[in-house]
């Protein structure tokens, strides 16, 4: 079963979404799926976070990985660097941070796309007209110009 901060790696590498996270206190009771190794730090010696970080690091996932269409990670392949508790603690707030700014950018690219596929639902169905310039021709994309 799945413990908060716990750290979940996909077996197959690519194919989108996050090799490694963090599991959170919502997936904490579930059952480990299919595809997924979990490592499961103790606290008092190594930060979750910091974890993490290094495992998900693009080389380290490359260097564990086997095959050629479709790649295998092997947990016991991925490293580690050895660092003092503090020190993993200030890394592994940074991954915190980092694995914040690329959730906000997610969201922020899905509601643009939803507001590019409304915005043109919007044209297609009447619901909104084209701006006019002042002198009562379309606005022009600037975009090309």
Do not use: C, K
């Not at 908060?4 to 959170?24: E, H, N, Q, S, Y």
């Not at 010696?45 to 295998?72: C, H, K, M, Q, Y």
């Not at 915190?96 to 044209?123: I, N």
């Amino acid at each position: 079963m799945i413990a908060a901060g716990d750290i979940l790696v996909r077996a197959v590498a690519g194919g989108g979404g996050a090799m490694i996270r963090v599991a959170g206190e919502e997936e904490a009771g579930a059952l480990l799926g299919p595809q997924l190794h979990l490592f499961r730090p103790d606290p008092t010696r190594l930060d979750p976070w910091f974890l993490a970080g290094f495992l998900g690091a693009e080389d380290n996932i490359a260097g564990a990985s086997t095959g050629s269409t479709v790649l295998s990670v092997t947990p016991g392949r991925l490293r580690v660097p050895l660092l003092p508790l503090e020190e993993q603690r200030r890394y592994g707030e940074a991954f915190r941070g980092v694995h914040a700014l690329r959730a906000e950018a997610q969201r922020a690219t899905r509601l643009a796309e939803e507001t590019a596929r409304l915005l043109s639902g919007g044209l297609t169905g009447g619901q909104l007209l084209p701006s006019r310039d002042d002198d009562g021709t379309a606005t022009r994309s600037r975009g090309g110009d």
